[in-house]
């Protein structure tokens, strides 16, 4: 090794925020690995890369006692004595320089493989370092492959993983498709950060709307709960300081275009926005939509309602599987027992 790799170590540091000295000390780590395969493994040895001229010196260390008993890991007082005069007491450690002749080529080889991949560490950390502050966040990304049902999403310099389980349920991704997706989590892996993508998470639906709605971005619009079964229904209860401000119309926007961009991106999936209300009676009536609710009576101690609506709108209350009513508890919090008009007369 030269100069000239001493100058491209100094280039690699301002470049890519790799540190000249711990490279140079990882390399004359590698190096006494490198020099016991090739020279002799029974010796201790130390490695000296000079930081200015890049030349390499090898030493052999030995410990200074009274009686020898390994030649190659010790060296007696009266011999140390005779070589250092009266330099060195027991217990001492004494250096000989035993470079090899060829060890430059050795060294040089080693040199690479080590600044490759500290080069290739740096660059994971800094993506680690760059997305792991985006966890919670929407990116958007281009499908690059699909295999065995895992999509892998493009962001740049890494690859998202979007599993089966973070998919919108019967959605298709296409090569090429862009698609944005929230990030779950990012973890550190073996070959680099770990994006860890999802299409179902209600986090994306609430990230949608920051998007498309300034109100909510701004924080004059406040998205208090969301209960979303990806890929079908998704309720959102908003809320405003300002009696100025309608939050509702605030999400729907100008002609429906700012729920439709949400609705859009999420291939139809229906979307009620409903006003948050700190009254659990008028949350709950709320959360139902869009059915029509006669009476609701709530037990706080059970932290239940029982909600009476009209016959014709029991089945709207219920919805589809009982989706709807499964949507409004979980945006409430509150357990809901939904009966008919009628129904509750019978009682």
């Known amino acids: 090794m030269n100069g000239e790799f001493i100058e491209a170590l100094d280039q690699?540091?301002?470049e890519k925020g790799v540190s000249k000295e711990i490279?140079?000390?990882?390399i004359e780590a590698a190096l006494v690995s490198g020099y016991k395969k090739n020279f002799g493994s029974y010796q201790n040895v130390r490695i000296q890369i000079?930081?200015?001229?890049?030349?390499v010196k090898v030493f052999s260390q030995k410990k200074v006692?009274?009686?020898?008993?390994?030649d190659f890991l010790e060296i007696s007082l009266e011999e140390s004595k005779e070589k250092f005069g009266g330099k060195y007491e027991l217990g001492d450690v004494v250096e000989f320089e035993v470079t090899p002749r060829n060890f430059g080529r050795i060294a040089a080889q080693t040199a690479k493989q080590v600044v490759v991949?500290?080069?290739r560490e740096a660059e994971r950390e800094v993506i680690f370092g760059e997305f792991i502050n985006k966890e919670s966040e929407?990116?958007?990304g281009l499908v690059a492959r699909v295999n065995k049902g895992v999509v892998y999403v493009s962001l740049g310099k890494v690859e998202g993983v979007l599993n089966q389980t973070e998919q919108i349920p019967g959605e298709v991704y296409e090569i090429g498709q862009r698609i944005k997706?929230?990030?779950l989590e990012v973890k550190k892996g073996s070959k680099g950060p770990q994006i860890i993508l999802s299409r179902s998470h209600p986090g994306l639906v609430k990230r949608l709307f920051e998007l498309e709605v300034p109100e909510i971005y701004d924080g004059v619009v406040v998205i208090k709960s969301i209960s979303r079964e990806a890929g079908s229904r998704t309720k959102i209860a908003v809320y405003s300081d300002d009696e100025n401000i309608d939050p509702i119309g605030s999400c729907v926007g100008p002609k429906g275009s700012r729920v439709k961009n949400v609705v859009d991106e999420l291939k139809g999936e229906k979307i009620d926005i409903i006003k948050y209300s700190d009254n659990p009676e008028e949350f709950i009536l709320s959360s139902l939509s869009p059915s029509k609710?006669?009476?609701v009576e709530i037990d706080e101690t059970e932290k239940s309602a029982k909600v009476i609506v009209p016959d014709y709108q029991l089945s709207l209350a219920i919805g589809k599987e009982g989706q709807n009513a499964r949507l409004a508890a979980k945006l409430t919090g509150w357990k809901i027992d939904i009966k008919s008009e009628s129904q509750a007369n019978k009682i």
Not at 50 to 55: A, K, L, M, V
Request: charged share 40%; hydrophobic share 35%.
């Open 65 to 70: 006692v009274e009686e020898v008993e390994d």
């Open 138 to 140: 929407i990116v958007t």
């Open 117 to 119: 991949q500290r080069i």
């Open 12 to 14: 690699l540091e301002k």
């Open 293 to 295: 609710v006669l009476s």
């Open 23 to 26: 490279l140079i000390e990882t």
């Open 181 to 183: 997706c929230y990030i």
């Open 50 to 55: 000079d930081r200015e001229t890049g030349d």
